[in-house]
């Protein structure tokens, strides 16, 4: 063998080509800054919301684990980060010591688990804020400009990781969109019903990521993944979408189809698009296919039991169902949440995952802001009631409770 030729050295970022979450890559990259700048003791991301003007922690890698978690903030109630946003350069704390008696909850949190130094930059795509990236070390003055240096390119790479992750998310959305302008399924439950389930969905799934010390990209993948739930529905013939009355036993075979349509839609799009190694694509291929199935394993398609239904159906099938109870279809007028509370109570069971509705029930003030943000604009628009007598909103047209 050729003396100066080597190949059994491994690319220390070799896990970037994995199809792995931005959790995994994350760690990949905080690995690879401990060579150049060993102090580095955490990593962590947010996310800009630019709409609510919310930044929300999407990932972090930490030493010791996850103490910091869960973090949403107003930027424009986060001076020093809207300071960043204004002048759109880098800032560094040589000694986060002098914020102790701190100026946000938040930094005095980061002083209080010990860490004493930060680099933050700030990420933008198309000339937008898309949110920070925060490098923080335990040790006071380690900044030094050949670090920061290295910390420039880390930076970047993880700005392009999340933009990625955030245009496949904008190209499946997009996809949705253009999907639904095509068919019906754009006038009965778009717009603000997604927005409501997504975020109800989003809402469950913080507190599960808390219960089982997962990462908060957990709840961002849902409130992304959520609105493709019932993208089924765009193959489902208009007279059957529409219908103002209950449906027949027929119908309701075929209405069941959205779930299995859906998935196959799904699967389409992502390949198209060649998004199918992304760790969302499962996630919503798996909303899409099992939203419907039951607890007790009665429900469709494939009559999947409790923990064998995956978590991301069972958090979307309860927001799906207290949304569907509490706004007006074409088969039925709008419950108020009282009821509809009630409702879901009852329908865990059998129906609803128990934890997943425990969460629904323990947070009402965060619903009813959820609902007040995201009211329906348009009316319902559906098919002109049948001749037939009798036949409209007969099917759980009053609470049955
Ligand atoms: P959807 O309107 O989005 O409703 C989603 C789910 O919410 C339903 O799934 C059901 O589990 C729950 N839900 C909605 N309204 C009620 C209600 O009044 N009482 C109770 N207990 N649960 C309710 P499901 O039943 O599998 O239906 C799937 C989809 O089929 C519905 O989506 C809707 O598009 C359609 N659908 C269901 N029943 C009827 C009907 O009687 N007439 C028409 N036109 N469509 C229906
Ligand atoms: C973090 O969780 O480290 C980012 C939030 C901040 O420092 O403002
Ligand atoms: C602050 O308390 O807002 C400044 C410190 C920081 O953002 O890390
Ligand atoms: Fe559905
Ligand atoms: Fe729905």
Same mark, same amino acid.
């Given at each position: ?32 800054? $401990? ?32 103490? /910091? ?6 930027? +424009? ?29 938040? &930094? $005095? ?59 496949? =998310?904008? &190209?499946?959305?997009?996809?949705? $969109? ?62 059957? /979408?529409?219908?103002?009355? %209950? ?9 069941? &189809?959205?779930?299995?349509?859906? $998935? ?18 499962? =996630? ?64 865990? %069971? ?29 009316? /319902? ?10 036949? +409209? ?9």
């Amino acid at each position: 063998m050729d003396s100066e030729i080597e190949f059994n050295r491994t690319d220390i970022l070799a896990r970037l080509n994995d199809s792995g979450s931005l959790s995994e890559k994350i760690l990949a990259i905080h690995d690879a800054a $401990r060579i150049c700048c060993e102090f580095i003791h955490r990593i962590s991301v947010t996310i800009y919301d630019p709409k609510f003007d919310l930044l929300k922690t999407l990932v972090h890698s930490t030493d010791d684990g996850n103490p /910091l978690a869960g973090y949403q903030a107003r930027l +424009a109630d986060t001076p020093s980060l809207h300071r960043i946003f204004l002048s759109g350069k880098p800032r560094v704390v040589h000694d986060l010591a002098a914020f102790a008696g701190g100026e946000r909850a938040h &930094t $005095r949190r980061i002083v209080e688990h010990g860490f004493r130094s930060s680099y933050t930059i700030p990420m933008y795509a198309n000339e937008q804020l898309t949110g920070f990236i925060f490098f923080n070390s335990r040790l006071p003055n380690v900044m030094n400009e050949a670090a920061l240096t290295q910390l420039d390119m880390m930076a970047r790479l993880i700005s392009l990781l999340v933009g990625m992750e955030l245009n496949l =998310v904008k &190209t499946m959305h997009g996809a949705l $969109r253009t999907a639904a302008s095509f068919s019906s399924y754009r006038d009965p439950e778009t717009g603000a019903h997604l927005d409501r389930m997504s975020h109800f969905s989003r809402l469950i799934a913080s507190e599960i990521a808390r219960d089982r010390g997962l990462n908060d990209e957990f709840a961002e993948a849902i409130l992304w993944a959520a609105p493709m739930h019932d993208i089924g529905k765009i193959a489902i013939p208009d007279h059957i /979408l529409l219908k103002p009355g %209950k449906l027949t036993p027929d119908e309701f075979e075929s209405m069941k &189809t959205h779930t299995t349509k859906g $998935r196959e839609i799904i699967d389409t799009m992502l390949r198209n698009f060649n998004l199918g190694n992304a760790s969302l694509a499962p =996630v919503m291929a798996n909303i899409a296919e099992y939203h419907h199935e039951n607890v007790d394993g009665s429900g469709y398609p494939r009559g999947l039991k409790a923990e064998a239904i995956p978590i991301e159906a069972r958090i979307i099938a309860t927001a799906d169902v207290f949304d569907a109870l509490t706004s007006r279809r074409c088969y039925k007028p709008a419950w108020d949440n009282a009821s509809a509370f009630a409702e879901i109570d009852a329908l865990s %069971k059998w129906k609803l995952d128990r934890r997943c509705v425990e969460i629904l029930l323990d947070n009402r003030t965060a619903i009813a802001e959820i609902q007040a943000r995201f009211r329906d604009e348009a009316e /319902l628009d559906c098919r002109e009631e049948q001749s037939r007598p009798g036949s +409209a909103g007969q099917h759980s047209a009053t609470p049955e409770v």
